[in-house]
């Protein structure tokens, strides 16, 4: 760990330790225990699945794997972390690393799952069970100081802002490697498996599960499944994939022309590419990200017209919902320990803020403010379902053109901004 890290991460500890005083006294609390939650083994089965520690343990722990502890904060106290340690052969024994919360903390290493002791008013959050809920005796999943915690977490500090840079960092060596195996007409597999051997991860530590789409499959937004065998032809490959650093998340997605792609599919790529940039560009204080999304819909009916895909007004395009259909998500969302990081739909004071009901799948309503740390990812794709209403409307749309696409999917470029005092900055390389 570097010596600025590590004086990054000190100052993170103090500022939390400030921040939960402050809460504690406005909700008259005089502790919080949070616990860092565990993995249920699958139905009728000794197996669990893949584990992330709670994100408001996390927030003080950084690492996200971390099960069955327990960390105690008290105002003008040391944080006290209670961290199950069993004494076990089958698995490598639970190790404490090298950084300052070892000596900013109240350490209890335990070989039985442990309780804290708690006194005076308390509060308890996490995935906690009725008997356990009963055995403490506190105030549980009290939602307006979950509210007020989320929003803590909404403004990043310095340490969490390193972070997520060297997050990024990693994850474009990913990246890289991703459309190296492409442009080798490797396998959806293939292609994963060399993102993660450059990213230097294994696929149970990504922090979603990357996807990984050729050819049609860059038009399913969530596509869940890699392929073992390389297409015949190689039209597309768009590759959403990311990374953890002492839990903190990038979140990247290039999209890449094969060599059996159309010229027109180059020209949007190219075209997205620098929708996002102008997008970002626009990231700046007191902006409102509801703004940022329909600015990316006028946007992208400029780029339809440009390419003789649509016929029409740019006006007409977004106004009869044409827009939405080649791009049916949002611009982006907060990001930061959860991929899609907490109170994105909440205005500051925790009372909700949903989506405008013309675009409900936008994840982040907020106004920017220095220190959010959101992605950009406008996106254009080919998929039936949505399209295929509007073949019916007597709409200028150039069919013959937009059908060359089918084959391509999609389209989708996402970096990771942060919103700074008089701009932003963008930490994907």
Same mark, same amino acid.
């Given at each position: 760990m570097s010596a600025s890290l590590f004086n990054l991460q000190r100052d993170h500890l103090a500022h939390l330790q400030q921040a939960y005083t402050d809460l504690l006294a406005s909700h008259r609390l005089d502790s919080v225990a949070i616990y860092s939650g565990h993995a249920n083994p699958h139905f009728g089965d000794d197996q669990a699945p893949t584990f992330q520690t709670y994100g408001h343990f996390m927030h003080w722990v950084g690492m996200a794997d971390i099960q069955h502890s327990w960390l105690l904060i008290q105002p003008e106290k040391r944080p006290q972390l209670h961290l199950y340690a069993p004494a076990d052969f089958w698995h490598l024994?639970?190790?404490?690393?090298?950084?300052?919360?070892?000596?900013?903390?109240?350490?209890?290493?335990?070989?039985?799952?442990?309780?804290?002791?708690?006194?005076?008013?308390?509060?308890?959050?996490?995935?906690?069970?009725?008997?356990?809920?009963?055995?403490?005796?506190?105030? +549980?999943? $009290?939602?307006?100081?979950?509210?007020?915690?989320?929003?803590?977490?909404?403004?990043?500090?310095? +340490?969490?802002?390193?972070?997520?840079?060297?997050?990024?960092r990693l994850a474009m060596a990913g990246h890289q490697a991703a459309q190296a195996a492409f442009i080798g007409a490797s396998a959806e597999l293939d292609i994963q498996l060399a993102y993660l051997a450059a990213s230097r991860q294994r696929e149970s530590d990504?922090? =979603?599960?990357?996807?990984?789409?050729?050819?049609?499959?860059?038009?399913?937004?969530?596509?869940?499944? +890699?392929?073992?065998?390389?297409?015949?032809?190689?039209?597309?490959?768009?590759?959403?994939?990311?990374?953890?650093?002492?839990? +903190?998340?990038?979140d990247i997605t290039r999209t890449y022309a094969g060599p059996d792609a159309p010229s027109l599919y180059r020209n949007l790529i190219d075209d997205i590419n620098q929708l996002k940039d102008t997008l970002?560009?626009?990231?700046?204080?007191?902006?409102?990200?509801?703004?940022?999304?329909?600015?990316?819909?006028r946007l992208l009916a400029d780029i339809l017209i440009a390419n003789d895909l649509f016929q029409g007004?740019?006006?007409q395009a977004v106004d009869e919902g044409i827009t939405r259909a080649f791009c049916p998500h949002g611009l982006g969302h907060s990001l930061g320990l959860q991929v899609h990081d907490v109170a994105g739909l909440r205005h500051p004071d925790g009372t909700p803020a949903p989506a405008p009901e013309q675009h409900p799948a936008l994840r982040l309503t907020r106004t920017l403010r220095p220190g959010m740390v959101v992605t950009i990812e406008?996106?254009? =794709?080919?998929?039936?379902?949505?399209?295929?209403?509007?073949?019916?409307?007597?709409? $200028?749309?150039?069919?013959?053109l937009v059908d060359l696409l089918a084959n391509c999917g999609g389209i989708r470029i996402e970096d990771n901004i942060v919103v700074t005092e008089n701009s932003q900055q963008n930490l994907t390389p």
């Open positions: 024994p639970t190790h404490l690393p090298e950084e300052p919360l070892v000596t900013e903390f109240d350490i209890q290493l335990c070989s039985e799952k442990p309780l804290p002791t708690l006194a005076g008013r308390a509060a308890v959050i996490g995935d906690i069970d009725p008997t356990t809920q009963l055995a403490l005796d506190a105030q +549980y999943q $009290p939602q307006p100081l979950v509210n007020a915690l989320d929003e803590l977490r909404m403004f990043k500090t310095a +340490y969490e802002i390193a972070c997520l840079s060297e997050a990024n990504v922090p =979603y599960q990357n996807i990984i789409g050729l050819n049609n499959h860059a038009g399913v937004l969530h596509y869940q499944h +890699y392929d073992l065998s390389s297409p015949t032809k190689r039209h597309s490959l768009l590759v959403d994939a990311g990374r953890r650093f002492r839990g +903190y998340c990038a970002v560009e626009s990231v700046a204080p007191g902006v409102e990200f509801i703004a940022l999304h329909e600015q990316m819909h007004s740019a006006e406008p996106g254009f =794709y080919y998929i039936p379902m949505l399209l295929e209403p509007l073949r019916n409307k007597t709409l $200028p749309i150039n069919w013959s």
